[in-house]
């Protein structure tokens, strides 16, 4: 509405010459279909990241004077952690083959990249493999 109406109205400072009219900014249907997408990705991050912090509340401890303890009020948070996590890789590789998705395919496998990167440092760490099992 802002973008059809501005150039016209009285209430809005006018452009400065030579630069875009306001309407030159309204978004195509495209840019709206495409802001679509990079919403239902990032939705699936909201999720987890909503999960885990429902699941992990932190704890601090300690005085002005005294040492300050961190610690998880759910112990251990590892184990919920990791099956999040490899959650979200699944819906991104999900994204990454949603012909859909064509588009956003290169941030979508950069962002599966940069997940695998450190959700592969724990297989190197005995502590992760011990706090997962039963």
């Known amino acids: 509405m802002?973008?059809?109406?501005?150039?016209d109205s009285e209430?809005?400072?006018?452009?400065?010459k030579g630069q875009p009219k306001y309407e030159s900014y309204k978004l195509s249907e495209g840019?709206?279909?495409?802001?679509?997408?990079?919403h239902e990705v990032l939705e699936?991050?909201?999720l987890t990241c909503s999960l885990l912090c429902r699941s992990t509340?932190?704890?601090?401890?300690?005085?002005?004077?005294?040492?300050?303890?961190?610690?998880?009020e759910y112990y251990p948070t590892i184990w919920r952690i990791l099956p999040a996590y490899e959650e979200l890789l699944a819906d991104w590789?999900?994204?990454a083959a949603d012909q859909r998705m064509?588009?956003?395919?290169?941030?979508?496998?950069?962002?599966i990249g940069s997940l695998e990167k450190y959700y592969n440092k724990?297989?190197?760490?005995?502590?992760?493999?011990?706090?997962?099992?039963e």
């Open 93 to 95: 590789r999900k994204f």
């Open 57 to 72: 509340k932190i704890i601090v401890s300690g005085s002005r004077e005294g040492p300050r303890n961190v610690s998880a």
């Open 31 to 38: 840019e709206w279909t495409l802001l679509d997408l990079i």
């Open 11 to 16: 209430d809005v400072p006018k452009v400065e």
């Open 122 to 133: 724990t297989d190197n760490s005995p502590a992760h493999i011990v706090s997962m099992c």
């Open 2 to 7: 802002f973008m059809n109406t501005a150039d």
């Open 44 to 46: 699936v991050c909201s």
């Open 102 to 111: 064509v588009t956003l395919r290169p941030a979508i496998e950069a962002g």
